[in-house]
Structures are given as structure tokens and as C-alpha cells.
């Protein structure tokens, strides 16, 4: 069974726009960490945000912030006011274990194409 | 602060030869992981260390792959021999063992192609 699901292989948004990009993960883990990374034509992968499953808030970096929802096992990244320079393939990762511990092992989804039209 | 290195950027070799990634870790980051993702599918994970421990190595594709991280610092993986199957992009990635080690910080990626 996938881990993590992406369901969305691409998503168009509109300069200016906010746009959610879709991830659900499956763990039974109670201790666990999402992440996104966003990677760029030029290759880099490009963290931009983590979620820890005890975190009370959903977690926002600038203009990221991401819809945790624990019961329903969502992780969607929001992206507002969306920039050109915001297309990318935007992937969404899971860590199980505890963050003290030693399992740092990134599980991640396909991947969702955003492309940010002017 | 310099982030995490890899080298080369891409490399193309025949089938049945060698090739060795190199990848620089961010300074002071005791873990560092290798991945990988082949065209087509998602990035998996290979192996990971602490300081110069293999700490897991489950991903590893089998035996023609072969990590190294000899004083805890900069970490090697060697394909030998290489196979059109192992073209792909290989991303190397450092954390902190604590506090703020939940951030996972990946490279550029040596892109590998294979003919």
C-alpha cells in the first residue's frame, strides 16, 4: 500500500492564486514527520516545510502553510499568492519514528507538477 | 553556511563501467542519507548513516552498490558494474541528530545516465 499519496500529477493555478496541493499518508505510527519539497527544472529539491504528527498548529513558512489534518491523515500543502517562479514538481514526504531517535528515513509520494500561469 | 554538495552534477557511462557519487554533507550534520529516483518513479530511499555507522541500509538496490563514509564526513556511493536500470537522479541529504534534526536537506542530485 502507498504511503504516500499524491493524487494530483499536475495542477495549473493562476498567478496571484493560492493553490492546495493534495497529500494523504497511511502510518501507524504515532510519532511521525511530513514534509514538502519543492524541486525546480534545475534539479535541487528544496525543503519547504515540516509538520510534526504531536505539532497542535499546522505549520507555515511565509507564504507555505500546510492544512494538517491528523484524523483524516491529509497533509496539503497551500501555496498563496502564487509566483512563476513557483512552477515545480512539489513532492510530499513522511518520516516515522521518533524525532529523537535514529529513523530518519523519508517515505515519498509521486509528486504533483505545478505550473503557475501569468 | 554551505548546503548539501554533490559531484558530479551528471555523469553518462556505458554499460559495465564504474562510477563514483561524492556528496559533502552541511557541516556538523551526523546524518547523512542517500536516495534515489530511477525515471518514472518515486524517490526511494537507499541507506542511511550516523557519523560513519551505516544505520540502514534496507534500500539498497544489491550488491553492485556500495556506500562509504569513512571518518563521518563526505560519503561515496560507487555503482560497479553499472546497469542501464541504475540511470537516474541520485540526491544525497543531511540532518542533525537532535533539536532542529527533524529538517531533512538534500543536494542538487548527481544525475546518472547509463547506455
Known amino acids: 500500500a502507498q504511503k504516500i499519496t499524491q493524487t494530483q500529477p499536475g495542477m495549473f493555478v493562476q498567478e496571484k492564486e493560492a493553490v492546495t496541493l493534495d497529500c494523504t499518508y497511511d502510518t501507524s505510527d504515532p510519532s511521525y514527520g511530513l514534509f514538502w519539497y519543492k524541486q525546480p527544472s534545475s534539479g535541487e529539491m528544496i525543503f519547504l516545510i515540516y509538520q510534526g504528527s504531536y505539532d497542535q498548529q499546522n505549520a507555515t513558512e511565509g507564504r507555505y502553510s500546510l492544512n494538517f489534518q491528523k484524523a483524516r491523515k491529509s497533509a496539503n500543502l497551500v501555496i498563496s499568492a502564487s509566483q512563476l517562479g513557483d512552477s515545480a514538481m512539489y513532492f510530499c514526504a513522511m518520516r516515522e519514528g521518533y524525532s529523537g531517535g535514529s529513523n530518519y528515513k523519508l517515505t515519498f509520494g509521486k509528486g504533483t507538477l505545478l505550473t503557475v500561469n501569468p | 553556511e554551505a548546503g548539501v554538495t554533490q559531484f558530479p552534477s551528471h555523469s553518462v557511462i556505458e554499460k559495465g563501467q564504474t562510477v563514483t557519487l561524492r556528496c559533502d554533507p552541511i557541516?556538523?550534520?551526523?546524518?547523512l542519507y542517500w536516495y534515489r529516483r530511477v525515471m518514472g518513479k518515486e524517490i526511494k530511499f537507499l541507506l542511511h548513516?550516523?557519523?560513519?555507522?551505516?544505520?540502514?541500509e534496507s534500500g539498497m538496490p544489491n550488491n553492485r552498490f556500495l556506500a562509504e563514509r569513512t571518518g563521518g564526513t563526505y560519503s561515496t556511493l560507487k555503482v560497479q558494474p553499472a546497469e542501464l536500470e541504475d540511470s537516474g537522479v541520485y540526491f544525497c541529504?543531511?540532518?542533525?541528530?537532535?533539536?532542529?534534526?527533524?529538517?531533512?536537506?538534500f543536494g542538487e542530485g548527481s544525475w546518472l545516465t547509463v547506455v
Open positions: 548513516f550516523v557519523k560513519e555507522s551505516k544505520q540502514d
Open positions: 557541516s556538523g550534520h551526523d546524518n
Open positions: 541529504a543531511s540532518s542533525q541528530r537532535q533539536g532542529s534534526g527533524n529538517t531533512i536537506y
